[in-house]
């Protein structure tokens, strides 16, 4: 197909979520002088965590380099999973962690779901919050066997309301039979990214928290009990650091950046469905993945009328038309009946994903840090910024599981995700494999 056909006259390659609010600095708050704790990046994590150091008396600075939402927080798919992915590595598979631990963070992830559930009503954030489940769809049979299998430890740890919809009935859940049946959890949710964001903006302006845009933190250096931040636009000093950079994290902080693989992830959103056509693709408005190595993740645009459908269109950040035109065809694999239906936005932004598949949080050489989304990071990180907050405010009732353990990092990984294409490639081909053979 040629562009023209695939792409609406008023393509543009930003997130279809900055037509309600796109990332701006505003005017530019001075840097401080000193403060209690510098936190490192202004997204979901950061906020949370300045959030909930000022309801606990302790005052905090926010440091982004970019504009205010640059990140991850205003271009993700805005479905809110209640953990349902806790312990995926990035090829889709389930990683080893002993039953104990798998319970208690399943049950912390669950948690999570709360915790931003929570948020929202207290501050009356306006976000389209959803509470409509996700459809989990398997991609062989085999898939399926294993989603049955992970059931009852769901139901269990997370409440989840997980139950399996059998091939038989996929239809009631997508209108389309390119899975195997699949999985409902309904403590899922659905809401808008970049409208989450502004309500933890305007949460933590109303606390009075100074929030620095366009201060990128250039070096972090040891000063007596606590710490020197440099950033491009002053010098700070702070008793305490929290690193929440996330898929951006980078060589201001080389231990942190070797325990990260950052892997971008694509979305398109197609423009408003006649609709008897939009009201038909999922009808319960749901949001939906997969099961693939390299999955898709789409759902309807909160007012019901557009498809937002993301994946790996590559593993790393690439052109917004050649994306456009991957996650078209992975789109019109799934429902052939929106061939036509033309692209209105295109983008992309970074996930950050770990070495054993787990959100960390911790402290590295004296630096507290929340890292390591693994792609499902709106309760996540939120949870993790607040964690984080409580622990610096000595407030945590219990640790916290993804505060236990090593954060593993690789001797032979340094920080910079060169094989991702030829991984990602491999992954792609054993998808078909597993499907052939199926
Ligand atoms: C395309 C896409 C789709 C996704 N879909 C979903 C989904 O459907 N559901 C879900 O749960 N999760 C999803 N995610 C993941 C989710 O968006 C992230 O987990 C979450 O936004 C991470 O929040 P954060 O605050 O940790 O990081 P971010 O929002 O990425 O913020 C980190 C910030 O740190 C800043 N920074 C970096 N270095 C410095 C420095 N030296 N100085 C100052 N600032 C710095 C960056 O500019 C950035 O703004 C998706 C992510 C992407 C990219």
């Known amino acids: 197909m040629r562009n023209s056909e695939i792409f609406h006259p008023d393509f543009t390659p930003t997130p279809y979520w900055w037509e309600a609010y796109r990332p ?15 936190i490192v990046g202004g997204g979901y994590a950061g906020l949370a965590a300045a959030l909930e150091l000022s309801k606990q008396g302790i005052d905090a600075v926010i440091f982004e380099r970019g504009a205010l939402g640059a990140g991850a927080s205003t271009r993700n798919g805005g479905s809110v999973s209640g953990g349902v992915n806790v312990g995926k590595s990035f ?35 306006e976000c389209a919050w959803q509470k409509r489940g996700r459809f989990v769809g398997a991609w062989t049979p ?6 049955e299998k992970r059931l009852a430890r769901l139901n269990d740890a997370a409440q989840s309301g997980a139950y399996m919809v059998p091939r038989e009935r996929q239809r009631d859940e997508i209108a389309s039979d390119y899975y195997y049946g699949g999985m409902v959890v309904e403590r899922s949710a659905s809401l808008h990214p970049s409208l989450y964001y502004k309500g933890l903006l305007d949460a933590c302006r109303r606390r009075g928290i100074a929030i620095c845009a366009e201060a990128a933190v250039e070096a972090i250096t040891r000063n007596g009990a606590g710490w020197r931040l440099d950033t491009s636009r002053g010098t700070v000093i702070a008793g305490e650091v929290v690193v929440a950079t996330n898929g951006y994290t980078g060589k201001l902080t080389p231990a942190l950046r070797r325990r990260i693989v950052p892997i971008a992830s694509h979305i398109i959103a197609t423009e408003p469905l006649a609709p008897d056509l939009a009201g038909s693709l999922i009808p319960k408005r749901r949001s939906i993945s997969d099961t693939k190595r390299v999955l898709c993740y789409y759902r309807m645009s909160p007012d019901g009328t557009r498809m937002v459908f993301g994946g790996r269109a590559r593993f790393n950040p690439a052109d917004a038309l050649l994306c456009g035109r991957v996650l078209y065809g992975y789109m019109t694999e799934r429902f052939p009946q929106l061939r036509g239906a033309r692209v209105t936005h295109s983008w992309t932004g970074n996930t950050a994903f770990t070495l054993d598949a787990l959100p960390h949080m911790g402290e590295e050489g004296g630096l507290n840090y929340c890292l390591g989304c693994n792609g499902s990071g709106i309760a996540m990180m939120t949870y993790l910024g607040t964690q984080t907050a409580r622990k610096i405010a000595r407030v945590a009732n219990a640790p916290c599981a993804f505060g236990e353990g090593e954060f593993p990092d690789h001797p032979l990984y340094t920080g910079n995700p060169w094989f991702l294409p030829l991984v990602g490639g491999w992954y792609r081909m054993r998808d078909r494999l597993d499907r052939m053979l199926a």
């Open 142 to 147: 085999a898939h399926f066997a294993t989603q």
């Open 24 to 38: 701006a600095a505003g005017t530019l708050v001075d840097v401080p002088k000193e403060t209690r704790v510098a």
């Open 91 to 125: 090829s889709g598979r389930a990683t080893s962690v002993d039953p104990e631990r798998a319970h208690r963070l399943l049950s912390d992830a669950a948690d999570a779901f709360a915790l931003i559930e929570r948020l929202i009503a207290e501050e009356a954030i």
